[in-house]
C-alpha cells in the first residue's frame, strides 16, 4: 500500500514483491513514440513562465537501466523545445546518479523510485539546481 500524498508526491514504500528485486526486466519498448499534445502543452507552459517572469529549471527523472535507449527520440524533441527557449535541462535518463545506478533496494522498478531512493534523488537535484541558480546569478 502507498503512503498518503504528500504536496503532489506519493512516495513509493519498497517491499519484496518490488519488480526489480524480483528480476532485472527490460524497460518496455515505448516505440518511441512522441506525445505532441505533452509538447504543445510543454511549450504554453513555458510561454507562461516567460509572461510571468518565472526562471523554469525542468528534469527527467532517472531510470533503472535502458540498454535500448527506449525515449531516444522523445527525449530529443523535448530538447529540442528547451533548447529553443533557453531551458536548462536535467535529463536524468541519460545522466547516471552512481548510487541510484548500484542499488536496487531504491528502484519500485525499472522507471519508479522508492521512498529511499526518491530521497537521493530529491538531494541529487536540489544541489544540481542550487548550482545552476549559482551559475545564473553570476
Known amino acids: ?51 510571468n517572469k518565472i526562471k523554469l529549471f525542468v528534469f527527467t527523472s532517472p531510470v533503472f537501466e535502458d540498454s535500448q535507449d527506449s525515449w531516444s527520440t522523445a527525449r530529443s524533441s523535448v530538447n529540442d523545445v528547451l533548447s529553443l527557449h533557453k531551458i536548462q535541462y536535467l535529463d536524468f535518463t541519460k545522466e547516471v546518479i552512481n548510487e541510484l545506478q548500484n542499488e536496487v533496494g531504491y528502484w519500485k522498478d525499472n522507471l519508479h523510485l522508492n521512498l529511499e531512493g526518491a530521497e537521493v534523488f530529491t538531494s541529487e537535484l536540489k544541489n544540481r539546481f542550487s548550482n545552476m541558480r549559482m551559475q545564473n546569478i553570476h
Open 1 to 51: 500500500k502507498n503512503a498518503p500524498n504528500h504536496n503532489g508526491f506519493t512516495p513509493l514504500i519498497s517491499n519484496a514483491r518490488d519488480s526489480i528485486l524480483l528480476t532485472k526486466q527490460e524497460i518496455p519498448n515505448s516505440n518511441d513514440i512522441v506525445n505532441l499534445r505533452g509538447l504543445e502543452c510543454l511549450k504554453d507552459f513555458i510561454k507562461i513562465c516567460q509572461r
